[in-house]
């Protein structure tokens, strides 16, 4: 028994990339006005029960502490199941990103959860082994399994999710000077309400469109054309019905394509909106657009100016 604290953190992440529903994905490098990376913070040590117990939770209101209805701790007890650990473990949990943003505040959660349990055990499994116990983290906050958000928190980067069902995930390549830029207006939208909001088919034209704008995103990326990508973020999906949750959105739209954005589109299941921006300057006039258009509400709304981050969930100490 050693009660030696561990400490990792998972990034936030954007999914969907406007064509790609529960397919794709990003990791995000922002950083909160107080210097935090955006995502999830979670210390770890066994404790003398065998028992999770959540300790503290810092950054969410409402979050469940009983360790069967927190996706940090599900997500934990996966791991410990699958390899027979007894140990009960505790865990404080410090979110810098919350739930309802579109920035993947569940994802980090359960990716941080299943990290630090694997730190905690000496690394049982490899990062990628860690998929599915983070998807069943994941799973519970949304009631399906989709591993868009998952999948670049814990391995950073771009991921296509090719199968949700098998767990089959793959990294590709961005360009080196992509920049992403962040309105986040402060209202909360629940992804398993998003998610109803869809309904369950879609029109074999509108599906052929969003088929040919997966490939050419994914293409887009892989070979560093801007263009290509630009004119593949186009959703006949989850934008048109979702859209309408997000104020002033159109207009946000408008205003940052008319910037100089590559593309903008719903981060996730929204609120938040994103935009990619090839270089840091244009980024800059992208922010600056997204001011000008929410300055005419009363609502706060939080800006970042970031790149994809790379890395992943990772262990501090
Ligand atoms: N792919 C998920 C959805 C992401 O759009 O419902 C949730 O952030």
Known sequence: MTDKKIKVFAPATIANVACGFDTLG????AQTAGGLWLGDYVEA???????LQI??????DMLPTNPTLNVTTVA???LLEAVGEKRGISFNIAKTVKPGSGLGSSSSAAVAGAFAANELLGRPFTTKQLLPFAGAGEQLASNQLHYDNVAPSLLGGFSVVRSNSET????????DDLWVVIAHPQVEIKTSEAKRLLGRTMSISNAV?????????VLGMSTSNYELIGRSMVDMLAEPKRKALIPLYDKAKQATLHAGAIGTNIAGSGPAIFSFCQGEHSAGQVLAAYQTVFASSQLHVKYYKTNINAQGAKRLY
């Open 209 to 217: 469109i969003q088929f040919g704008n997966i490939a050419g995103l």
């Open 168 to 175: 089959d995930v793959l990294s590709i390549p961005y360009p």
């Open 45 to 51: 040590w066994f404790n003398t029960t065998n028992q």
């Open 55 to 60: 300790e503290r939770i810092n950054g969410a």
């Open 76 to 78: 934990a007890n996966a």
């Open 26 to 29: 990003f990791a995000i490098q």
